[in-house]
């Protein structure tokens, strides 16, 4: 099964290559405000699906682009599919993006595989057999504080994301770590926790074709992952955490209250501070304000009256001056 996904993975990675030589020409069309489908998706996903179908006509098949349109419905295996996850860092030619595909049976991610085509990574794992990039065994990084770790995140940036929450939680992680990125494809984010290039990851908004390969490569690899509560069955939550188990520690314990499953004084707690940082920025707003209207209120000019004098005759008898 994990040799057809990569077969699968190759074949939309070789199409996706292909679109990326003259990505210019790529027809781009928007689900919604900057969520962006292109033809390249359709068609990779259709690569993928035919070659998983083809190999297993019994299975189902749950799609970014096409739900569950094709495949068996009741089957107990199940391929979560993301064609390509990071469109819009492709439709701009930033080369982070990736195929992601998984297996799921009875619910449980078995199988799994993330190609990178901009640098011919597979990433794969199968469960209780390892996470490997390529054919070299991966593991997560070994950094045990915070301070000293690279965590990779996800912005919001679909109308309706709760971005004041967001900013304040980024900015608790940012003040405890050594840097925070933003690349743009959770399943690659989640490869690279996995082969140990950054120690965490978080992020909201999340669906399961997102996270599902991604979550096998993490735990292979001896990570933990789950949403910010610590709860391990999270792919249906809509947010993730994830890193080397001391890490993804001190990141549930940080990011844990701005979880939708968080108690009802950690969510008053988050409440609170928004208001509070909300207060700070209009009580700012208005002392710049008045600082303005004071200062254009004494900076205003008066106009006086004033008696110009008439220009001295010139003493043409003088020689002029030698400058």
């Known amino acids: 099964m994990l040799n057809v996904a990569v077969k699968a993975a190759r074949a939309a990675g070789a199409l996706i290559n292909r679109a990326a030589l003259d990505v210019e020409a790529v027809r781009v069309s928007a689900k919604q405000t900057n969520d962006f489908v292109t033809e390249v998706d359709h068609a990779a996903e259709a690569a993928i699906i035919e070659t998983l179908l083809t190999a297993y006509p019994g299975h189902g098949i749950l799609a970014e682009e096409s739900g569950s349109e094709h495949g ?26 990736c195929v992601s595909i998984a ?9 799994a595989v993330v190609y990178d085509p901009t640098r011919n990574d597979i990433y794969s794992a199968s469960k209780g057999r390892g996470a490997y990039v390529n054919d070299r065994r991966i593991r997560v990084g070994k950094r045990a504080r915070l301070q000293e770790c690279l965590i990779s995140t996800g912005f919001p940036y679909r109308p309706g994301d709760k971005l004041k929450p967001y900013l304040n939680m980024l900015g608790e ?14 399943a ?3 490869a690279y926790v996995a082969a140990g290039h950054s120690d965490g990851f978080f992020e909201t908004g999340l669906q399961p074709w997102d996270v599902a390969a991604g979550s096998l490569l993490v735990t292979e690899a001896g990570g933990l992952i789950g949403n910010y509560t610590g709860e391990a069955d999270f792919i249906e939550h ?4 994830a890193g080397n188990p001391r890490i993804y520690g001190q990141l549930v314990a940080t990011l ?8 009802a004084g950690d969510k008053a707690m988050v409440r609170q501070a928004s208001q509070d940082s909300r207060t700070e920025a209009s009580a700012d707003e208005s002392t710049d304000g008045s600082e303005k209207m004071t200062s254009a209120v004494s900076e205003k000019p008066t106009l006086k009256a004033k008696r110009i004098k008439p220009p001295v005759a010139r003493d043409t008898s003088m020689p002029d001056a030698p400058f």
């Open 238 to 241: 809509g947010e993730c955490v």
């Open 173 to 186: 992680v940012m003040s405890q770590c050594a840097g925070v990125r933003r690349p743009g494809a959770a």
């Open 103 to 111: 297996l799921a049976v009875r619910g449980k991610v078995e199988q």
């Open 72 to 97: 068996a419905k009741d089957s107990e295996f199940v391929w979560i599919i993301d064609p390509l996850d990071g469109t819009t860092n492709f439709i701009h030619g930033f080369p982070f993006y």
């Open 188 to 190: 690659l984010d989640l």
């Open 256 to 263: 844990g209250k701005y979880s939708k499953f968080a108690g």
